[in-house]
């Protein structure tokens, strides 16, 4: 399977193959958006505990 070839303004994607179906997703990130990558991952881990917690 061929896909074209992304044009430099193009979304990071990646392709993932699964048995016989091939998937291609696109990333896409905010332009406005004032959280970091590192803030999110922490503030869904935090979210995580949280909720394990509240579960006992």
Do not use: C, N
Request: aromatic fraction near 8%; proline fraction near 9%; hydrophobic fraction near 30%.
């Amino acid at each position: 399977m061929t896909f074209p070839r992304p044009k430099p303004d193009t979304p990071p994607s990646m392709v993932k193959k699964i048995g016989k179906t091939t998937y291609l997703v696109w990333a896409h990130f905010s332009e406005t958006s004032t959280e970091t990558m590192e803030d999110k991952i922490k503030r869904m881990l935090r979210e995580e505990v949280r909720q394990m917690m509240t579960q006992e």
